[in-house]
């Protein structure tokens, strides 16, 4: 499991003139539980297409486990893939998609599809055009981990479902990943899905990386500084200013220590949280300066 | 994979096969019905041969024209509801991502898919066609015509040719634009194109077509002129047949023995001596120029429909091939 899920390196993807993915330079270790964040737009779908291997990049490259994505049957075999809506096929009931997946995949796992049918409820007879949202979910959820994939990869896999169901389909993705061991990258613009379930934090922005890391690690670089007006102009080597207000005496800054610890030189500090740390990107990236941190936005 | 395609396709398939199969029963039908009025009044003719003829063609024309235009018609239709939302389909509901991310290649499953419902379209369509050769054969015969465009594009090998050339153009079509209603009415019209370029401006040429020169004395014993024309600008011949061949010329002018038009001087010289005109023509010499495709190119020429058609169709099958694994979003 040494081999990173994703490389990329100065990915690129371009519709004509319009950037959906710009210079993506990621290196995401195995083991993890990659939220990848960001609103809708910034190109969270291109990268998890290019990962899938459902579009290839304009320029720059991308490995998945190591090799280019959907290369050949092998490859396609290791990385499961739940698109945006979680597509099934209407006409076929549920029965039919667990054999679909029997027979398209070599290493398919024909107990444990069964077993989670079961245990979401599901009717294997009814037709998957007549199933809730989130039950579509499910049992697309069901049809990308019986394939037994070492990464899975979910584009927004919650977006179109109410509350309760989103709930049950998180709880339920935690449950597996404990159990078949895999590499998980999801991808939401609710930043407390993220919060609940991952651990390795990718934040995407105008077509662009933000900032990626381990959860932890980028909570431990990123500070808030409050200090008087003008005290605050030159900050120790090292360091990102990810976003500054002032009021008439003082100024409050967001700062990234690059090397993960924060200087001693700066005074006192506070701890900056992850859906403030988040946002701050988010609004540096659309250039509207700081935003007001107390204030939800979505 | 093949499991799913047959999946995906069932209803239809077995819709389509069951109207062909009721197609072919009529085509069984009318074939046996044909042969029995062609052995009874054309193969024992004694007298009145001609006119038993036209009977046959009267009564069989028609039945037999509209079925080769439903054999035309099938493969244009078949590239509309199969070859077209072959892929659109699934763009459409998005479960190309789904089906996409087994471990099976695009390629693989594209070639699935083409093979069997491509390869059942091809099939489908020239049974139908071998089956209405067949059925039609005497009044082929008697109508001597092979080269008459509606007859020519729905016999024998051509339709197989076009089955597979409009599902290549309903797939390639649907890849590149990605919406099943306009790809349907794209691969139509394109189809409809083919025909129409085909008929009046490719098979013409697939073979230089030859002149020869026929003596009015000889003009029918070599043809038949179905029409002959005098007036003020001269003589000419509309419409010139020869047996089983394709006659390009449409308006053949008429020349006399020394190579100038016949003109309307020569007439008013026959009207003056009260000469027919077949003697008039006779008298002056006449000869005129008959451009056609004899009738032993026939089967060269359903050859050359049908590699055109092939041809055509491997190159949108392989703008597909190409196109499928780069991605389609």
Request: glycine share 8%; with cysteine; net charge negative.
């Amino acid at each position: 499991m040494d081999t990173p899920v994703i490389r990329a390196d100065a990915l690129t993807k371009r519709y004509g003139p319009h950037p959906a993915l710009t210079d993506a330079t990621l290196d995401i270790p195995a083991g993890r539980i990659v939220g990848l964040v960001g609103p809708n737009g910034a190109g969270k779908s291109t990268l998890l297409a290019l990962a899938a291997g459902l579009i290839r990049p304009t320029s720059g490259t991308i490995d998945v486990l190591g090799r280019r994505p959907a290369a050949d049957t092998a490859q396609l075999a290791r990385v499961g893939f739940v698109a945006q809506d979680t597509p099934v096929y209407a006409q076929l009931t549920v029965a039919e998609h667990l054999r679909l997946g029997e027979r398209l995949n070599p290493a398919w796992d024909r107990p444990f599809a069964h077993a989670r049918i079961k245990q979401i409820g599901l009717d294997p007879a009814k037709k998957a055009g007549r199933l809730s949202g989130g039950q579509k979910a499910q049992l697309a959820l069901t049809l990308a981990a019986a394939k037994r994939p070492e990464l899975l990869i979910f584009d927004e896999p919650v977006a179109a479902l109410d509350p309760l169901a989103r709930r049950a389909f998180l709880q339920n993705l935690m449950e597996f990943v404990a159990e078949i061991d895999v590499s998980v990258i999801l991808s939401s613009h609710l930043i407390s899905d993220v919060e609940r379930v991952c651990d390795h934090l990718v934040i995407l922005a105008e077509s662009r990386v933000q900032v990626a890391g381990d959860i932890d690690d980028l909570t431990a670089a990123h500070f808030r500084v409050v200090g008087p007006r003008g005290t605050l102009d030159t900050l120790p080597a090292g360091t990102d200013v990810i976003a500054t207000e002032h009021t008439d005496r003082q100024t409050t800054l967001i700062v990234h220590a690059r090397n993960g610890t924060r200087p001693d030189t700066l005074g006192q500090t506070e701890p900056v949280g992850l859906e403030d740390m988040v946002l701050t990107y988010l609004h540096r990236a659309q250039g509207t300066g700081a935003p007001t941190l107390q204030e939800s936005t979505r | 994979m093949i499991w799913l395609t047959w999946r995906h396709m069932r209803t239809q398939t077995l819709w389509t096969a069951a109207a062909l199969a009721a197609l072919a029963v009529y085509l069984l039908y009318l074939g046996a019905d044909l042969r029995e009025v062609y052995d009874r009044d054309i193969a024992g003719c004694t007298a009145e041969c001609g006119q038993a003829a036209r009977a046959v063609a009267d009564a069989f024309g028609t039945p037999l024209l509209l079925l080769g235009l439903v054999l035309i018609a099938g493969p244009a239709l078949l590239g509309a509801f199969w070859g077209a939302p072959l892929i659109t389909r699934e763009l459409e509901t998005g479960t190309h991502r789904l089906v996409w991310n087994q471990s099976v290649t695009r390629t693989r499953w594209l070639t699935v898919k083409l093979v069997l419902v491509g390869g059942v379209s091809v099939l489908l369509t020239g049974a139908l066609s071998l089956l209405l050769t067949w059925a039609a054969a005497p009044y082929d015969q008697v109508a001597a015509s092979r080269f008459e465009p509606l007859t020519f594009a729905a016999r024998d090998i051509a339709p197989f040719g076009y089955a597979l050339l409009a599902f290549a153009i309903g797939l390639a079509v649907g890849v590149l634009a990605r919406k099943t209603l306009l790809a349907m009415a794209v691969t139509i019209a394109l189809f409809i194109a083919f025909q129409v370029l085909m008929a009046t401006a490719v098979r013409p040429h697939f073979a230089e077509p030859v002149t020869e020169t026929i003596a009015w004395s000889d003009a029918n014993a070599v043809g038949t002129i179905d029409s002959f024309g005098i007036g003020p600008h001269g003589a000419g011949i509309q419409g010139y047949t020869i047996t089983d061949a394709w006659v390009l010329s449409d308006y053949i002018t008429v020349y006399k023995a020394d190579g100038t038009e016949v003109d309307e001087d020569d007439i008013a010289a026959c009207d003056q001596q009260t000469l027919h005109p077949d003697e008039c023509m006779t008298s002056l010499g006449a000869v005129f120029d008959v451009t056609y495709q004899p009738a032993d190119r026939y089967w060269p020429f359903q050859w050359a429909e049908f590699a055109a058609a092939a041809g055509l169709a491997a190159l949108l099958i392989g703008l597909a091939f190409w196109r499928v694994p780069r991605g389609i979003n």
